[in-house]
């Protein structure tokens, strides 16, 4: 995360403590899944990996898409690879969910966090939301 931030916002010094956005982490692993989508999102980035980025925010905790359909939200259909490396780039995790995306045959693809952070995250979310239906 260091990593992405000093590239696309420069020098970045980050201090623990109890934030607004902190207890908004903190109540999304608590379980409150909509926790993360109050938290206002403001990327740098190509204009590109700004869509990819904004079609990411739109995927429900639990669910999935995979790169061609986020390509194809998008309305670029043939940036699959694009859209890959966009996710790939991106440098708020969890906020902007790039752990949702998921290869076209269904299989966990590459994630920054590690493929085990991954699944974990995926776990979380989908055992939040169906504990959460009425």
């Not at 403590?17 to 207890?23: A, F, L, N």
């Not at 790169?67 to 259909?77: D, L, M, N, S, V």
């Not at 906020?95 to 952070?117: F, K, N």
Request: positive net charge; hydrophobic residues 35%; glycine residues 12%.
């Amino acid at each position: 995360m260091h990593r992405l931030l000093k590239l696309h916002y420069g020098k970045v010094n980050l201090t623990p403590g109890h934030t607004p956005i902190r207890k908004q982490i903190d109540a999304y692993f608590e379980g409150d899944l909509k926790a993360i989508t109050r938290i206002p999102v403001q990327t740098a980035g190509t204009k590109f990996q700004r869509e990819v980025w904004k079609a990411l925010i739109t995927i429900e905790p639990g669910q999935t898409r995979t790169y061609g359909q986020i390509a194809a939200t998008i309305e670029r259909p043939k940036a699959v690879r694009a859209v890959g490396a966009a996710n790939g780039a991106n440098p708020v995790g969890i906020v902007v969910p790039c752990h949702r995306v998921i290869g076209a045959d269904g299989s966990l693809t590459g994630y920054g966090g590690g493929m085990e952070r991954k699944k974990w995250l995926l776990a979380h979310e989908l055992k939040a939301s169906t504990s959460n239906r009425p």
